[in-house]
């Protein structure tokens, strides 16, 4: 059975902190794993990795995936309360070879940010 | 952009009604998915559909059925609604898994049985 373990569970932290979440997996038929921002309502997409070892940034967040060892890092420098929102770790695996995919999620880190 | 619509953002329903969620999406995507999130459970996959008419079980599709008629539409039915399924309800799309493209998502419907 594929899973998704992501940790912490929440996380409190000042502006200007910088802070890491984690996420491993077991999941067959890996193909690329991805990270999403949840405030209140949809999921926002914000990377998504197919290989080990490169860093993908956008601003103040990166995220770097290891296909060895079977996880992936999300960092955020400088925190806002904007960056306030539950982190959503997910991978995809194909299934049946065919052009469908199948997202599992990680039970996701809640992360707030105080002035 | 891509748009993913979902028809109601909250609903109540009685116990034992027939329920439908409607989404729509205008990317022409080929792969539609409904979740539901629950508080430290995540999101857990219902059903998908990677064509017209075509649908698969995800992991918890008891006591759920799915429609897809129309490439753009994907419907989640609760055949006989129940408190259990009192949840967040999340559709998403995506194109085929060779572009390499994630999924992306509604606002979501929450969803009360009483």
């Known amino acids: 059975e594929d899973k998704v373990v992501q940790s912490p569970l929440s996380l409190v932290v000042h502006e200007g902190d910088t802070v890491t979440l984690n996420c491993s997996y077991e999941?067959?038929?890996?193909?690329?794993l991805l990270w999403y921002k949840q405030e209140k309502k949809a999921p926002t997409f914000l990377f998504m990795l197919t290989s080990s070892g490169i860093e993908k940034k956008s601003g103040r967040l990166s995220s770097i995936l290891d296909k060895k060892e079977l996880f992936s890092i999300l960092n955020i420098t400088a925190t806002q309360t904007g960056d306030s929102a539950i982190y959503l770790c997910a991978v995809e695996a194909s299934w049946d070879n065919n052009a469908g995919n199948m997202l599992t999620f990680g039970g996701g880190t809640r992360l707030m940010v105080k002035p | 952009d891509v748009k993913v619509t979902q028809s109601s953002r909250y609903l109540v329903k009685r116990t034992g009604e027939k329920v439908f969620l409607e989404c729509v999406q205008d990317m022409d995507h080929e792969n539609m998915f409904w979740y539901r999130q629950d508080p430290g459970l995540g999101l857990r996959l219902i059903y998908f559909s990677y064509d017209v008419k075509m649908k698969e079980k995800g992991d918890i599709p008891e006591g759920y059925s799915v429609s897809r008629e129309k490439k753009e539409r994907f419907s989640l039915i609760l055949e006989s609604a129940s408190t259990n399924q009192t949840s967040m309800y999340l559709c998403?799309?995506?194109?085929?898994?060779?572009?390499?493209?994630?999924?992306?998502f509604g606002d979501g419907t929450r969803l009360s049985i009483l």
């Open positions: 998403a799309s995506s194109p085929p898994i060779w572009v390499g493209q994630p999924q992306h």
């Open positions: 999941v067959t038929n890996f193909r690329s």
